[in-house]
């Protein structure tokens, strides 16, 4: 069964560049998820799209932005990185039922295989 | 706002003992509730999960219920396997409003031959 897609899978930067992760979702899920895990810590929610717009903002910093498309692929935008975004980078699909939207009955998340950024 | 405490790691077993990992929530409303799994190098991986109370979430021999009233959610299984090893990170989601996920700070659980 096809899964989450995460790409690069591994990115080495320096401080002060940009990044720009991506993230392909299951086949007819329409929603996308952002999460950050640290060295030794838990996930943190960074944003989530559904439909392609902002359906919920985390602990996102000002210098992140992210984007969903019009084929629900999505895209995080790091930019000034610093050492503490060296992190694993997970995103995450979800196919919303019925019309009640994010907002409604919980969807099972599946998470890509994530992104590891290194900020040297 | 909502929080998941998990029982500090690492834990360390011999093959076939017992395991229970201990997780207890603060949450307004009526959260879903969620055991994943990340072995070295993966992602993280839905265990099992449990969306009211009472409800009994199990998969692979790991068995997890939902408890309101000590708003619990404790993790157990009756004889690991080495190839257990792995993180384990209990979490929520609010099921009304926000489908974020709220994870512990994680288990890190390691089984012995």
């Known amino acids: 069964a096809a899964g989450v897609i995460q790409s690069p899978r591994h990115l080495i930067k320096e401080k002060r560049e940009t990044a720009t992760l991506k993230c392909y979702p299951i086949p007819r899920h329409d929603t996308v998820y952002w999460y950050q895990q640290g060295p030794g810590q838990d996930p943190q929610f960074l944003i989530s799209?559904?439909?392609?717009?902002?359906?919920d903002k985390g602990s996102i910093p000002d210098r992140f932005s992210a984007q969903q498309f019009s084929d629900y692929h999505s895209e995080l935008n790091m930019s000034s990185l610093e050492l503490g975004d060296s992190a694993l980078y997970f995103c995450?699909?979800?196919?919303?039922?019925?019309?009640?939207?994010?907002?409604?009955?919980?969807?099972?998340?599946?998470f890509g295989p994530g992104t590891r950024l290194t900020v040297l | 706002g909502n929080s998941v405490t998990q029982m500090e790691g690492p834990v360390t077993l011999s093959e076939e003992a017992f395991l229970t990992i201990n997780c207890t929530y603060t949450?307004?409303?009526?959260?879903?509730l969620f055991w994943y799994v990340q072995y070295p190098g993966e992602g993280l991986q839905l265990l099992l999960k449990?969306?009211?109370?009472?409800d009994k979430g199990s998969n692979k021999g790991f068995e997890a219920t939902y408890r309101k009233e000590t708003t619990s959610f404790h993790l157990e299984k009756g004889s690991v396997q080495v190839s257990d090893s792995a993180v384990y990170f209990c979490?929520?989601?609010?099921?009304?409003?926000?489908?974020?996920?709220?994870f512990g700070q994680g288990t890190r659980l390691t089984i012995n031959p």
């Open positions: 449990a969306t009211k109370a009472d």
């Open positions: 995450a699909s979800s196919q919303t039922s019925g019309t009640s939207g994010p907002k409604g009955s919980y969807n099972e998340q599946f």
């Open positions: 949450a307004t409303g009526y959260p879903s």
């Open positions: 979490a929520l989601s609010a099921y009304q409003g926000a489908q974020k996920l709220v």
């Open positions: 799209f559904y439909e392609k717009m902002q359906s």
